[in-house]
């Protein structure tokens, strides 16, 4: 699949990225959409602190 440099997670409707999503959703986690040389998506889970 070719992205656009415009593209946004948001767009995607494809059911693995639906899954991917609300993983990140229920689980409190972050994912972000890097654009340099190519596309890369980054799932960030918090370290709680002690």
Known sequence: MR???SF???EL????FQLA???VDQ???ELKLKKVNGI???IRE???KP
């Open 21 to 23: 999503t609300f993983l």
């Open 3 to 5: 992205l656009s440099e």
């Open 40 to 42: 890369e998506f980054i």
């Open 46 to 48: 918090p370290i709680p």
């Open 8 to 10: 946004e997670i948001k």
């Open 13 to 16: 409707n494809s059911p693995g």
């Open 27 to 29: 689980l409190d986690e």
